[in-house]
């Protein structure tokens, strides 16, 4: 099962980054904790991590992604501006779970709007590093077969 996560604008900085709101880890650091913990749902789990501070990028990156099952993105401040991004997960028709380190409803008005979480089949978002880990969960059972 490959699963691609990408992570939007400015998710590179994560470490020193408003530490109050997005934690002291890197995105390294988060990303091996996802893989490890993919470990632990199964073997058969193969993540491929993108970043990138460009939308065109991110779109590309979407419209190429037929090998992967499913996408777990982050899009950062281009959730609240990019309906690019939202028509290039519908274009690509694949399934996707949008994750938020931060509870985009308990912070500034104009971040709890979304345009990717209609183009979603979930949304994380509060939880900081695990709302990755929790998406992965979330996707895994979805696609597995007992998925109680
Ligand atoms: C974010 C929330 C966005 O509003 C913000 O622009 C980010 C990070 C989060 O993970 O909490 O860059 O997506």
């Known amino acids: 099962m490959k699963i691609l996560v990408i992570n939007g604008p400015n998710l590179n900085m994560l470490g020193t980054r408003e530490p109050e709101i997005y934690g002291c880890e890197t995105l390294d650091d988060i990303n091996k904790e996802l893989s490890d913990f993919s470990k632990t749902l ?15 990028e991110i779109i590309d990156k979407i419209q190429n992604s037929k090998k ?4 777990i993105i982050n899009p950062a401040a281009y959730t ?3 309906i690019a991004i939202a028509d290039a997960i519908k274009g690509a028709g694949i399934t996707a779970v949008e994750v938020h380190l931060s509870n985009i409803h308990a912070r500034e008005e104009y971040r709890k709007k979304s345009f990717i979480s209609p183009v979603s089949m979930g949304v994380v978002a509060g939880f900081g590093k695990n709302s990755y880990k929790l998406a992965l969960l979330g996707l895994y059972k979805h696609f597995c077969k007992n998925n109680e």
């Open 42 to 56: 199964s073997k058969d789990i193969e993540i491929d991590f993108y970043q990138s501070n460009t939308e065109g």
């Open 68 to 71: 992967y099952k499913g996408l």
């Open 80 to 82: 609240h501006t990019s």
